[in-house]
């Protein structure tokens, strides 16, 4: 069995810490691609808004979700070693693929999986957009927000992401 990640979250409280840490992360990667992508200071203001800054920070927490990836026989076992019940899974794919994707989230009581045959990288990053879109969605979006979380933008940002107005770097 591979692993890949950094959040293993055991609780709704560390789902919502981890998400609001990555906040600050994601406005930066906006602004730096805003920057690279040579947006003056108007282009920014009309076209960074918070609902793009969201995404970023959706996107980043998601890609950093543990995942583990592993042939059907060794995910087989994981799930009959584990507390979840088999029907806790929501598993997609086909049942006639070899390989298995899987991130457990306790906290809800159950296991994303996925099925894939070969490009454990699409199975990895399919299978983080679909955990976050099933489950860690309704977790942020039921409490997940508060003041200073990177989640807003607002008239300061296009100063913050120092857009290089002049050609000047």
């Known amino acids: 069995m591979e692993t890949r990640g950094v959040f293993a979250l055991a609780t709704r ?14 406005r930066v990667i906006v602004r730096e691609t805003a920057k690279a992508m040579e947006f003056d200071a108007d282009e920014y203001d009309e076209r960074v808004t918070s609902a793009v800054v969201e995404t970023a920070r959706d996107a980043t927490f998601a890609e950093l979700l543990v995942v583990h ?13 584990s507390e979840f019940d088999p029907d806790d ?12 994707a899987w991130h457990p989230v306790p906290f809800a009581g159950t296991v994303i999986a996925t ?36 989640s807003d933008v607002d008239e300061s940002d296009a100063d913050a992401a120092d857009v290089d107005t002049d050609g000047d770097e």
């Open 115 to 150: 099925t894939f045959q070969e490009g454990p990288d699409a199975a990895a990053s399919t299978l983080r957009r679909n955990a976050f879109g099933r489950v860690y969605r309704d977790v942020f979006e039921g409490g997940g927000g508060s003041e200073g979380d990177g």
């Open 89 to 100: 899974v929501v598993e997609l794919g086909s049942d006639h693929v070899d390989r298995v």
């Open 69 to 81: 990836l592993a042939d059907r026989d060794e995910y087989d076992a994981w799930l009959a070693g």
């Open 13 to 26: 409280e560390e789902a919502r810490e981890r998400y609001e840490a990555v906040g600050p992360a994601a």
